[in-house]
């Protein structure tokens, strides 16, 4: 990582297209992981249409795709929506290579619970959607098509697995129901209160570990765990 992080900050001022970075795999490799979207590295069709397009076009490939972290790496980059990418900005850099470490971070400790990087994730995007200056009706659809953020919030508020599969307004209305009875208020506002977010991912976890638990154990130590937790 260290050696990817010299190499990308020695090079990267000179990327003045989305040619020149999916040119470069090395680069490549760092802009695609710091938004989570390591497993493109061999798509660099797609990911160079998704940049040259940008963002600031309702049409454009990044505002169609469901998973908006593509449409926050094209923003990211600026591509296809300045005649002057960040690429160019001194700041650029250190503010790409940072959420690269927390990525590759959450990933590490993925390897060895997924949960937790979920958790991870989520304490950094929600606190950020929850800061989005958009309805909070949007802000319930951003996280019905984030997968990390959906999995958090089924888990948290007890939805089954299937939920997903209901009509989209059904789902919406669901979620800010639980999710009111749970904290206290529907609005995805409230998680940029600290305490907030901190109560949602403990609960994911908990839910989360809980399960794991009683899905590995048969439905007699089940019970018998249930007796004893009682007594």
Not at 45 to 66: C, H, I, M, P, Q
Not at 73 to 95: E, H, M
Not at 129 to 146: E, H, N, P, Q, Y
């Amino acid at each position: 990582m260290a050696r990817d992080e010299d190499y990308f900050r020695a090079k990267i001022g000179s990327v003045k297209t989305a040619e020149d970075l999916v040119s470069d795999r090395r680069l490549l490799k760092v802009a695609l992981g710091a938004y989570g979207l390591d497993a493109d590295i061999n798509n660099r069709y797609f990911v160079k249409k998704v940049l040259e397009g940008g963002t600031l076009d309702s049409s454009a490939l990044s505002n169609r795709l469901a998973d908006k972290q593509y449409r926050a790496f094209s923003a990211g980059f600026g591509f296809g929506d300045y005649s002057v990418p960040n690429t160019q900005l001194s700041d650029f850099a250190d503010k790409t290579l940072e959420a690269y470490r927390a990525r590759q971070f959450e990933a590490a400790v993925g390897e060895q619970d997924d949960n937790m990087r979920l958790g991870l994730n989520a304490e950094r995007e929600l606190a950020k959607l929850a800061a989005r200056g958009v309805s909070d009706d949007t802000k319930w659809f951003s996280i019905m098509g984030s997968e990390p953020l959906r999995r958090v919030f089924e888990g948290a508020l007890g939805l089954p697995s299937k939920f997903s599969s209901l009509d989209l307004d059904q789902q919406l209305s669901t979620f800010k129901e639980k999710a009111s009875k749970a904290f206290g208020s529907s609005e995805i506002s409230q998680f940029s209160d600290p305490d907030k977010l901190d109560a949602l991912i403990r609960r994911f976890l908990i839910r989360s570990e809980a399960m794991a638990s009683f899905s590995a154990t048969s439905p007699g130590s089940i019970a018998l765990t249930l007796l004893q937790g009682a007594r």
